[in-house]
């Protein structure tokens, strides 16, 4: 068992920093270390309309990127790989950030917690050093690989303009954990829908207005991330209004904390990675038993499905600052009250976007199919959305229980957990009844189905055992 880190004395008799009279930067503090189920709602709500709105924004951007052609829209496509491995590196480091911070909160270590922040920061800066010049000069070879064709010239275009803002990608990803880590979910919000919204406003005027075409979309986004960048700087070394203080005066080199973070962000960045395998290996199979049109439905339903279950995401990450603090302060009993809380209110959400979804499949198939070549695929998206409505009520006990092992260190578990779930599970239910039982595509979303109640299942027990190991052990 991982041992909670030792109690240490703060800067000060109740932790907070020297911050500007206006705003209570322990305010947070209070609410990650008492009600973890207050907690749990009031810092998902603001979680959920940022993430809504980062979904919004990448709908908004399709669209505006297909008034320059299929060609564009296909080269965002061929960069869009690449741009969700860097969106999972930042996650990941996010997630990592976010635990060791927390625990360390809910340790009474504000040292430590400054000191994992500025060493997050560092370990940002060094990624970005090294990626981020080889990924500019071997974008061309890259898209040329996954078979960009006449597309090559838009995709690098594009592309590199992405890659040259990394250090934002990155940068922004562990600014918005620390302020999660520290109960302040409203101004990670603020930050991050306001870089969604500004994004949204520059697409048009620098495609169109401005003549920069696909490369505008790039530097929509980067500008917007700059000046993101710009507020969250100024909140931490300006204004200094936020419980953890980053200084380079507070900073002492420690290979515990790079390992602590690295130990939950490596295995949460990873875990993009086994999504990206299973995307693959799930288009096989629908080709392989009924062509590509299956591959269309599953793209345009899974959009759905994905835009559906952001409020669980979010209650997950909100899970990984809560628990955290409870595991620093050795308060297990509360690990399970978070637990069982959130897996209830995940189902709850899910069966109300179940109920939502059933009723509504034919209408929302229509969005996806409004032109009259794809008319005929209607009726199969509508399906496939009928048969989600049993997947989302066990997204919970599986994503709620790996945020509880993000939470207390165990990136390691986590990850096992998603594999199984996975490329185990879901991998071989999809196999077993699209393949080899013969169901077809309609076999392999039930296949998702299983797979999903399955590793689920066996992710909320593995969970509660640890949980009640840890009340056992205190």
């Known amino acids: 068992m991982q041992e909670p880190i030792p109690m240490q004395t703060t800067d000060s008799p109740d932790g907070a920093t020297d911050a500007p009279a206006g705003r209570d930067p322990t305010e947070g503090i209070a609410l990650l270390m008492g009600d973890p189920k207050k907690a749990i709602v009031k810092l998902s709500g603001p979680m959920i309309v940022a993430m809504f709105l980062m979904s919004t924004y990448n709908i908004v951007n399709a669209i505006w990127v297909a008034g320059l052609g299929s060609d564009a829209l296909a080269a965002v496509g061929f960069i869009t790989p690449l741009f969700m491995i860097l969106i999972g590196i930042g996650s990941g480091l996010g997630a990592g950030t976010a635990s060791v911070i927390s625990r360390r909160i809910g340790a009474k270590d504000k040292t430590g917690a400054d000191n994992a922040a500025i060493h997050a920061i560092f370990i940002t800066l060094i990624l970005s050093a090294i990626l981020t010049i080889p990924l500019i000069f071997l974008t061309g070879p890259i898209v040329n690989l996954f078979g960009a064709g006449d597309t090559a010239g838009l995709a690098i275009e594009y592309g590199q303009v992405v890659f040259l803002g990394m250090v934002l990608i990155l940068f922004t990803n562990i600014a918005y954990a620390i302020l999660r880590a520290e109960g302040d979910a409203k101004r990670a919000m603020y930050v991050m829908a306001a870089s969604s919204v500004l994004n949204m406003i520059l697409d048009p005027l620098l495609i169109y207005t401005a003549g920069m075409g696909i490369a505008g979309a790039a530097w929509g986004m980067i500008i917007s991330l700059v000046m993101v960048s710009g507020v969250l700087l100024y909140w931490f070394f300006m204004k200094r209004d936020t419980y953890v203080t980053i200084s380079y005066t507070a900073f002492s080199w420690d290979k515990r904390t790079i390992k602590d973070i690295l130990a939950v962000g490596f295995p949460a960045s990873f875990e993009f990675f086994l999504m990206a395998i299973l995307a693959i290996f799930i288009n096989g199979l629908l080709v392989a038993t009924a062509g590509t049109d299956a591959v269309a439905i599953y793209t345009a339903g899974w959009r759905v499905v994905f835009f559906a279950v952001i409020p669980l995401i979010a209650i997950s990450t909100s899970v990984i600052s809560v628990a955290g603090a409870a595991y620093g302060a050795r308060q297990f009993a509360k690990l399970r009250t978070v637990h069982t809380f959130s897996v209830s209110l995940g189902i709850a959400i899910s069966l109300v976007i179940s109920a ?3 009723i509504f ?12 070549d794809s008319a005929h695929l209607a009726p199969e998206i509508a399906a496939f959305l009928a048969i989600m409505c049993f997947f989302y009520p066990f997204i919970p006990p599986g994503i709620m229980s790996g945020s509880i092992f ?11 957990i998603s594999v199984l779930r996975n490329l185990v599970f879901i991998a071989v239910f999809a196999y077993l009844f699209g393949i080899v039982l013969g169901f077809g595509e309609h076999g392999v979303w039930w296949g998702i189905v299983t797979g999903d109640i399955v590793g689920g299942t066996i992710a909320f027990i593995w969970a509660r055992a640890y949980i009640s190991r840890l009340i056992a052990n205190q």
């Open 356 to 358: 939502i979804t059933f």
């Open 361 to 372: 499949a034919r209408q929302i198939a229509v969005i996806f199919t409004y032109s009259p």
């Open 406 to 416: 993000q939470a207390t260190g165990k990136g390691m578990t986590s990850l096992v």
